[in-house]
T-cell receptor
Framework: KAGVTQTPRYLIKTRGQQVTLSCSPI?????VSWYQQTPGQGLQFLFE???????NKGNFPGRFSGRQFSNSRSEMNVSTLELGDSALYLC????????????FGPGTRLTVL | AQTVTQSQPEMSVQEAETVTLSCTYD???????LFWYKQPPSRQMILVIR??????QNATENRFSVNFQKAAKSFSLKISDSQLGDAAMYFC??????????FGAGTRLTVKP
């Protein structure tokens, strides 16, 4: 089975712009979670989608949004980018139960200038 | 809110020796799941080992084992016969039902040849 893929792998944007990141889960997985990883804050949960519905949401401002399509692929969008949004954005897919292993993608490295 | 604490930002071990990484968590729940994930440099995060809170027996996966002390809310990871490939960031994580997964700040493990 192919692993979790994320596109693009690297992005450079300027403040005020918006960005869309994409995540393709492992075939058969219905849950996709997004995380922001920074040296200072570590791994922070953004949101989780399960069968096209947002099941959980972290403590991030409304500028961060996401969605999931019927084929389980997910996108996250960040509007009005700020310098502090520079981070590695990871997505992880799973079958959807609490005990299930989350399989992580390689991440998208976002740099905001 | 459930929090996960990894008190050792960095650890070092000699190749072939044993090392233990610490993790404590805070919860009022009785049924939950605990995980250790490994993030090698510039590589994808992968699951190392998982423990269901209702199981008293400590989980083991080859050279990796845990010491799960439910009453103390402690979940340490023991790596035996350490190998150079074990060098990575190790994250402890907690999940209750289908809520979001909470990660600790991570422990950077260095393996010395």
């Amino acid at each position: 089975k192919a692993g979790v893929t994320q596109t693009p792998r690297y992005l450079i944007k300027t403040r005020g712009q918006q960005v869309t990141l994409s995540c393709s889960p492992i075939s058969g997985h219905r849950s996709v979670s997004w995380y922001q990883q920074t040296p200072g804050q570590g791994l922070q949960f953004l949101f989780e989608y399960f069968s096209e519905t947002q099941r959980n949401k972290g403590n991030f401002p409304g500028r961060f949004s996401g969605r999931q399509f019927s084929n389980s692929r997910s996108e996250m969008n960040v509007s009005t980018l700020e310098l502090g949004d520079s981070a590695l954005y990871l997505c992880a897919s799973s079958l959807g139960r609490a005990a299930d292993t989350q399989y992580f993608g390689p991440g998208t490295r976002l740099t905001v200038l | 809110a459930q929090t996960v604490t990894q008190s050792q930002p960095e650890m070092s071990v000699q190749e072939a020796e044993t090392v233990t990484l610490s993790c404590t968590y805070d919860t009022s729940e009785s049924d939950y799941y605990l995980f250790w994930y490994k993030q090698p440099p510039s590589r994808q995060m992968i699951l190392v080992i998982r423990q269901e809170a209702y199981k008293q027996q400590n989980a083991t996966e080859n050279r990796f084992s845990v010491n799960f002390q439910k009453a103390a809310k402690s979940f340490s990871l023991k790596i035996s016969d350490s190998q150079l490939g074990d060098a990575a960031m190790y994250f402890c994580a907690y999940r209750k039902n289908n809520n979001d997964m909470r990660f600790g700040a991570g422990t950077r493990l260095t393996v010395k040849p």
